[in-house]
């Protein structure tokens, strides 16, 4: 969520009183940085992790009514996606990697956009391992070219997240055990982050360079064209 949180920094958005989506929002932990001034709205596969996050917003004062189960197999008719819903910022995070079209994806959320909107896409870069899910090696290219398909601007490009890079080979260990040591791994991350602000929390791990740690993740903004 620190790197979601970085790359709307860097283009002065701030998360109040304006209209979000996180379109797969896993846990929900993008929504425990936005202001209950926003009106947000997500879709998630998981019905469990629906359930979850709907109890943990509305426990902040947010109105979760727009929080629901997506079916992949319509997404595209998703009464949040109608044409009527248009929003500020829609967070697409380490999904588009996964997918088999994302550029139909990214032109069909981007119709969902105010005019002034951006969709705001996360994605691992630099993998020391590859992950059998990811259909897509993931660099600045791709993500020119994915824009530019879409049918979108650029906006910002920022590879981050050099505190990772290392450890990439724990947090795709497998079976339960290898489960619990990489959640215990993402817990210290979290942990350790807090005192710091996003910008400064990347601006040190990129010292990590020094030992050879590369950039882990990739952020970018891009809204339509016009």
């Known amino acids: ?122 994605l691992p870069v630099n993998e020391i391992i590859k992950d059998p899910n990811h259909k897509w090696v993931c660099d600045r290219k791709r993500v020119d070219q994915w824009v530019a398909d879409a049918d979108m601007a650029l906006v910002d490009y920022h590879e981050m997240d050099h505190y990772v890079y290392w450890l990439l080979p724990v947090l795709h260990l497998k079976g339960a055990i290898g489960r619990a040591i990489a959640q215990g791994v993402s817990l210290f991350l979290g942990i350790l982050q807090l005192p710091f602000s996003p910008g400064a929390w990347f601006g040190m791990g990129r010292g990590l360079r020094l030992v050879g740690a590369k950039p882990a993740q990739i952020g970018f903004l891009a809204k339509r064209k016009g």
């Open 1 to 122: 969520v620190m790197a979601a949180q970085l790359m709307l920094q860097r283009n002065g958005i701030t998360l109040k009183d304006i209209d979000v989506m996180d379109y797969g929002f896993g846990t929900g932990t993008f929504f425990r940085v936005c202001d209950p001034s926003c009106r947000i709205a997500g879709v998630e596969v998981d019905e469990v992790n629906v359930q979850d996050v709907r109890r943990m917003l509305s426990a902040r004062g947010h109105d979760v009514t727009d929080i629901a189960v997506l079916d992949v197999a319509t997404w595209e008719e998703h009464p949040l996606l109608s044409d009527s819903r248009q929003y500020d910022v829609i967070l697409i995070s380490h999904v588009l990697e996964h997918l088999d079209e994302p550029v139909h994806v990214m032109k069909r959320l981007s119709r969902n956009l105010k005019p002034n909107g951006m969709l705001l896409g996360l």
